[in-house]
């Protein structure tokens, strides 16, 4: 079974902190996104990244998928309450491209 | 634009009966899914279709059925509906691209009591 493990499962902070998230298999993928969702809505995509080393930025928040397509990481800068949500990686199978894994998302909370 | 398009938002149901949740796309997507989602928690896949005609399991596909008898169309059928298929259902699409984006419906809250 191929797993896609993201953590941490949650994250509390305060306005102005930096966090990261990870997603993490031991698969390689073809591409990796990242979707957030807000309460009593569908997830939206946030970003997808495609080649081995890919750092893509999307005003405070940084995407990065690893060297071997296996692992990505999104670092959020001076986080804000508006950032607060549930971040959720997906993979796209190698060579079966409608198969996405879903990392168990992390769920985010800024304070003011 | 109207996307993927999901009802009935909101349902309660009693145990045992059963019901169908609508799904439809504009986008002329080839790939659709079905995903429950419990509170808090991640999305796991109960079918998916890669073309008309053409339906697959996912990860928890027990007590539902799917139909794709056109692109635009894919409906997911509760039968004999039990507690533990309360949760929140989305229906998404994407294209063929390795790399294509998964647009969701607005999701169906379902009560089963």
């Known amino acids: 079974t191929q797993l896609l493990e993201q953590s941490p499962q949650f994250l509390s902070i305060q306005e102005g902190e930096n966090l990261t998230v990870y997603c993490n298999s031991s698969?390689?993928?073809?591409?990796l996104q990242w979707y957030r969702q807000e309460p009593g809505e569908g997830p939206v995509l946030l970003v997808t990244v495609v080649t081995g080393g890919e750092v893509k930025k999307l005003k405070r928040l940084t995407f990065q998928f690893g060297d071997a397509r296996k692992d990505s990481s999104l670092h959020i800068t001076a986080a804000q309450p508006g950032d607060t949500g549930l971040y959720l990686c997906a993979g796209a199978k190698l060579g079966s491209n409608y198969q996405l894994i879903w990392g168990a998302g992390t769920k985010l909370i800024i304070k003011p | 634009n109207a996307g993927v398009t999901q009802t009935p938002k909101f349902r309660i149901l009693k145990i045992g009966q059963s019901m169908t949740l609508q799904c439809a796309q504009d986008?002329?997507?080839?790939?659709m899914y079905w995903y429950r989602q419990d509170p808090g928690m991640g999305l796991k896949l109960i079918y998916y279709?890669?073309?008309?005609?053409?339906?697959d399991k996912g990860e928890v596909p027990n007590g539902y059925n799917v139909s794709r008898s056109t692109t635009e169309y894919f409906p997911l059928r509760l039968e004999l509906a039990a507690p533990s298929q309360t949760s929140v259902y989305f229906c998404a699409s994407r294209d063929q691209s390795y790399s294509g984006e998964l647009f969701f419906g607005e999701g169906s809250r379902l009560t089963v009591l």
């Open positions: 698969s390689v993928f073809s591409s």
């Open positions: 279709s890669v073309g008309a005609g053409i339906t």
């Open positions: 986008m002329n997507h080839n790939y």
